[in-house]
């Protein structure tokens, strides 16, 4: 059986003001993972922004962006990079509306 794969969740709470965070988002911190992209060793990102929730009512988070590794232990060891402490710490330059952040490791369906 394959290794399960392992990713870092970031959800986002709605910012203070949504139009300065996708200007910082696009152009300063997603550049900026980029640049750290190799040093900390994801092999795929996934980036969303919420809409709604399923009833049409506001979504409980703004924006999600999911850092996936090839295991568990190679999302411990890209985390512990000073890249990765880099990108975490730019979270407080544009996240004004806080975040969450957890991972996730893939299970049997």
């Known amino acids: 059986m394959a290794t399960p794969q ?3 969740v970031v959800l986002y709470h709605a910012p203070k003001d949504a139009a300065a965070f996708e200007r910082y988002y696009a152009d300063t911190h997603l550049p900026l993972v980029g640049r750290h992209a190799a040093e900390i060793g994801f092999t795929r990102a996934e980036l969303v ?17 999911e850092l996936w590794f090839p295991s568990e232990a190679a999302l ?3 985390v512990a990079t ?5 990108v975490a710490a730019d979270l407080a330059n544009f996240a004004t509306g806080g975040v969450v952040a957890a991972v996730t490791v893939e299970s049997p369906s």
């Open 76 to 78: 411990k060891a890209g």
């Open 49 to 65: 922004r919420f809409t709604s929730a399923l009833d049409g009512s506001a979504a409980p988070f703004y924006r999600k962006a």
């Open 82 to 86: 000073a890249g990765f402490k880099a």
């Open 6 to 8: 392992a990713a870092v």
